[in-house]
């Protein structure tokens, strides 16, 4: 497992969308929870087009997360074994078969994690509905949920949904929270009623896809705890 906070007020870190090696060891440095590496081809930040399998399964570190969109699960699998992933992530439109047949395939100590990706509308009542509906359906074949916020292009917004949506329903499974965190709308996640596993940052650390602003991260990861 990831080095996790076990104060109960704390709330895990995931830094995603990573590229670089010695910015990598210096999250390590910070004792980061989990470290997203984006395995999806049309992404900016598209691990493979820097690093190569061999040198993520040297990274030490046991919250490694692999992130996929609607890929073939063979895919994954190898993916996973070759870098020594220890999350995988489904951004896509993956269902519950799928999931399940990942599950089947997939080393059994490799936890997943579903993202459910909301849109910026005000939500109603048939969208709360939905939003449950999905959830319902593939709750018995993930380890975690993460929201999101939609796009087409699978994540990487900078944008927040509306967070108060996540007070109307009862969540089933401990969550990452992501879409536009950044130290403006941190005070925001104490409206959560259940407050989220983990928060998932990116893009709104950067100076450019990949390269992560270290100094802004270390900052933002030691206001987290007297923030929330």
């Given at each position: 497992?990831?080095?996790?906070?076990?104060?109960?007020?704390?709330?895990?870190?995931?830094?995603?969308?990573?590229?670089?090696?010695?910015?990598?060891?210096?999250?390590?440095?910070?004792?980061?929870?989990?470290?997203?590496?984006?395995?999806?081809?049309?992404?900016?930040?598209?691990?493979?087009?820097?690093?190569?399998?061999?040198?993520?399964?040297?990274?030490?570190?046991?919250?490694?997360?692999?992130?996929?969109?609607?890929?073939?699960?063979?895919?994954?699998?190898?993916?996973?074994?070759?870098?020594?992933?220890?999350?995988?992530?489904?951004?896509?439109?993956?269902?519950?078969?799928?999931?399940?047949?990942?599950?089947?395939?997939?080393?059994?100590?490799?936890?997943?994690?579903?993202v459910v990706r909301i849109g910026q509308q005000t939500p109603d009542n048939k969208h709360i509905e939905g939003l449950i509906s999905s959830i319902n359906l593939i709750k018995n074949t993930i380890d975690y949920l993460l929201f999101d916020t939609d796009s087409k292009a699978f994540g990487g917004t900078g944008k927040q949904f509306d967070w108060?949506?996540?007070?109307?329903?009862?969540?089933?499974?401990?969550?990452?929270?992501?879409?536009?965190?950044?130290?403006?709308?941190?005070?925001?996640?104490?409206?959560?009623?259940?407050?989220?596993?983990?928060?998932?940052?990116?893009?709104?650390?950067?100076?450019?896809?990949?390269?992560?602003?270290?100094?802004?991260?270390?900052?933002?990861?030691?206001?987290?705890?007297?923030?929330?």
């Amino acid at each position: 497992m990831p080095h996790q906070n076990t104060d109960q007020h704390s709330i895990n870190l995931k830094v995603c969308g990573l590229s670089q090696i010695s910015q990598i060891e210096e999250l390590i440095s910070l004792n980061t929870d989990f470290l997203g590496f984006i395995f999806y081809p049309k992404s900016p930040r598209y691990v493979l087009s820097h690093l190569e399998l061999h040198s993520i399964a040297d990274v030490n570190h046991t919250g490694k997360v692999g992130v996929f969109v609607n890929e073939y699960i063979e895919t994954i699998v190898e993916y996973a074994e070759k870098a020594k992933l220890k999350y995988i992530q489904l951004h896509g439109d993956e269902n519950e078969t799928y999931i399940s047949e990942l599950r089947q395939k997939l080393n059994p100590e490799i936890k997943i994690i579903k993202v459910v990706r909301i849109g910026q509308q005000t939500p109603d009542n048939k969208h709360i509905e939905g939003l449950i509906s999905s959830i319902n359906l593939i709750k018995n074949t993930i380890d975690y949920l993460l929201f999101d916020t939609d796009s087409k292009a699978f994540g990487g917004t900078g944008k927040q949904f509306d967070w108060s949506l996540l007070n109307e329903f009862e969540i089933p499974l401990p969550y990452f929270l992501s879409g536009g965190i950044s130290e403006d709308n941190i005070k925001d996640i104490k409206i959560l009623v259940q407050q989220p596993f983990a928060l998932d940052i990116n893009s709104k650390f950067e100076t450019e896809p990949g390269i992560k602003n270290i100094e802004t991260i270390k900052a933002f990861k030691s206001n987290l705890s007297n923030s929330i």
